[in-house]
């Protein structure tokens, strides 16, 4: 009975201290978050072409206990793909694939609409977005005025790419996000707390308290915890992303701590500068499992699963510290030049790079055989390093170069391949501040880079085996110190398994979209989703009514003015009936598909509920007219859009009246 009364007390406990937004303490874990319920599917659907058999299906979750009152339903989406002449999965493809609600009493899409339909979506309009997609990923920017960026590069308009700005509330040192990637995590040590950030609704759930000065974080490979950095008190906080709890807190020593995950992600390796200790850490139990006496100035370190061993730079004395992992006992010491920086393993586990801050240099460790197998010159003050399958981007703080070394070169005789590519026009010393995370981010295709240029106020896409980035994407006046790409794309999970994570608002017919790059196909399906409350849907209700008063199917004629009149009013549905003013719109008028030309005119107010904008379309061809009301809940590309035609001009420029 004793220890019943004892349980049921620490339960009560822990649910206090959750409330309070205190500390669990290290003998008593939280209570496990309740676990979403699958609910019953129909079962998968099914379609053969000569190239390709497909079969979907899709299950939905219900919301949790906890969910807000109008979230939609997250789902699971699976595609299986086979060869239909043998049945064999097609492996190693990369499809594409989308959902759109089919209104009622429509016929489902034939060959020739399916197609019409991918390429319209490929397009990235917003005025023919698909209710959901199956290949979103986005970019995350960590900016130097307190704030995190949500860009959609998907969509085709240069100004309209940002979809949410979190303010974090004090500047941020580290972040990292969870292998589900439904959280990211940031450290804000003016705050002593880590907030968590939620990747679905871009918002800040919860502000952990930590110890003081929290900086570097690291996940654990399972996902379960991330790992603090207290560099004001010589602690580390791990939290369970379960919960968002403080499991934990260890003594580990003074300075600033660098994180390191070995055997198969069961060993946390923890560094501390001024103490100069390797930390040995049992991530299950969170128990030290011993130390190591490295000196003061240690500072990089990173695990080699191909050498079984701990890499840890000593910056004062200019050494790679090689510790064994199964006897925690220092193997061997290689010498480098002096005041090496960063240590990063390639993803083999065999190539250590080490990078020299203050100089022109990268050294290239061979974790075969425990030494330097190269010393690349001609760099410019290298500080971070990443990597792809292919090459290591080293980004040179001295200059706007990024070097690109080729790590199959690494096993071949004489100097091995670097690549030099500009990357904007500012040297990255010039920021503000570049801080401790990552300036590059590898997209899903995994060829293709996420470039933070910091000083410019922008980011560069880069494709492997160019010369120069393929594209520039704005942050929008603010410093990006670090990068992120959120990939929400099919996955194979098993050989041609692919599936994504979904987000559904509506019950109804959905036409499911799949394009295939090789073979080169695409394929029609039909999916019908019960069960989302009808709450979820109200999203779908448009809180503005918008009606043309001029006829949008008119041709109007290029260098021509035309003044366009429309009305604009709150749905009867809203209790906020207050009229509009012009001030409150946004109007937005470009030409698609790539949306270059775009021109935003000045509304005015023509009446009640009335206004009109003047445009002169400067060449023949169709543009898209958007209307928002972005403070009262109405991005642009939610109200009802318009196509305006345009004609070859006639005569000379004159005014044309297209109101009644």
Not at 304 to 333: F, K, N, P
Not at 545 to 555: A, C, I, V, Y
Not at 557 to 562: F, L, M, S
């Amino acid at each position: 009975m004793r220890k019943h009364l004892l349980l049921a007390s620490s339960v009560v406990l822990a649910g206090l201290l959750a409330a309070a937004g205190l500390r669990t303490p290290s003998g008593l874990p939280p209570p496990a978050p309740p676990e979403p319920v699958v609910l019953p599917a129909p079962p998968p659907v099914s379609v053969k072409k000569a190239e390709l058999a497909v079969s979907f299906d899709l299950q939905l979750r219900a919301r949790t206990p906890d969910a807000a009152r109008g979230s939609p339903l997250e789902a699971t989406t699976h595609f299986t793909l086979t060869d239909p002449r043998g049945g064999q999965p097609l492996r190693g493809v990369r499809p594409l694939g989308w959902m759109n609600l089919r209104p009622e009493g429509q016929a489902a899409p034939d060959e020739t609409a399916c197609k019409e339909r991918i390429q319209t979506f490929l397009g990235g309009l917003l005025s023919a977005r698909p209710d959901v997609n199956l290949n979103s990923y986005l970019f995350l920017t960590l900016n130097h005025d307190h704030t995190l960026s949500v860009i959609d590069p998907q969509i085709a308009l240069s100004r309209t790419k940002l979809q949410n700005l979190v303010s974090l509330g004090g500047a941020p040192a580290d972040w990292a996000l969870t292998p589900d990637m439904k959280a990211v995590y940031v450290s804000i040590p003016v705050q002593g707390t880590v907030s968590v950030v939620d990747t679905r609704r871009f918002v800040v759930v919860r502000n952990v308290a930590v110890g003081r000065e929290p900086g570097r974080l690291a996940v654990s490979p399972d996902g379960r915890s991330v790992w603090v950095s207290n560099e004001g008190d010589g602690t580390v906080s791990i939290i369970d992303t379960g919960s968002r709890q403080v499991l934990d807190t260890l003594e580990v020593g003074e300075g600033k701590h660098e994180f390191a995950f070995g055997e198969e992600g069961r060993t946390a390796w923890i560094s501390s500068s001024e103490e100069g200790v390797l930390v040995a850490v049992d991530v299950a139990s969170r128990e030290v499992l011993g130390r190591v006496r490295v000196g003061q100035g240690l500072g990089s370190i990173a695990y080699s699963e191909v050498a079984r061993a701990l890499y840890a730079v000593q910056e004062r004395t200019g050494e790679v510290w090689v510790v064994d992992a199964a006897s925690r006992e220092v193997s061997r010491r290689i010498s480098l030049a002096t005041a090496p920086g960063e240590l990063r393993f390639e993803p083999s586990g065999r190539w250590a790079f080490v990078l020299y801050p203050r100089g022109n240099r990268v050294d290239v460790l061979d974790a075969a055989s425990s030494q330097v197998a190269h010393s690349l010159t001609g760099f410019s003050e290298p500080d971070r390093v990443l990597f792809t399958q292919a090459f290591a981007y080293v980004r040179n703080t001295g200059d706007a170069r990024m070097s690109l070394i080729e790590l199959a070169s690494l096993e071949k005789s004489g100097k091995p391949s670097v690549v030099q590519v500009t990357m904007g026009q500012k040297r990255p010393s010039l920021a503000k501040d570049l801080g401790r995370s990552a300036p590059v981010a590898v997209l899903p295709e995994g060829n293709t880079v996420l470039v933070a240029g910091t000083p410019d106020r922008a980011l560069y896409l880069y494709s492997e085996g160019m010369m120069a980035p393929r594209g520039t994407h704005l942050n929008y006046g603010r410093e990006p110190k670090a990068v992120l790409v959120l990939d929400r794309s099919l996955r194979e999970v098993e050989p041609g398994v692919f599936t994504s994570e979904a987000v559904v608002r509506e019950n109804g017919t959905y036409d499911v979209f799949l394009l295939l790059d090789n073979p080169r196909t695409s394929a029609c399906l039909e999916w019908k989703v019960a069960g989302v409350p009808e709450d979820a849907s109200a999203f779908r209700k448009l809180p503005f009514t918008l009606k043309p008063e001029f006829n949008p199917s008119q041709l109007l004629t290029a260098g021509v003015t035309a003044r366009l009149r429309f009305q604009l009013a709150p749905a009867a549905h809203l209790e906020d009936q207050r009229p509009l003013s012009p001030e409150e719109l946004q109007v937005l008028v470009f030409r698609p598909p790539s949306g270059h030309w775009q021109q935003r005119p000045e509304p005015r107010r023509a009446g009640d509920g009335l206004f009109e904008i003047e445009f002169t379309p400067p060449e023949p061809g169709q543009y898209q007219l958007l209307v928002g009301v972005e403070g009262r809940g109405a991005a642009l590309g939610e109200l009802p859009h318009f196509t305006l035609g345009v004609q070859p001009a006639l005569t000379a420029s004159t005014t044309l009246e297209t109101h009644p």
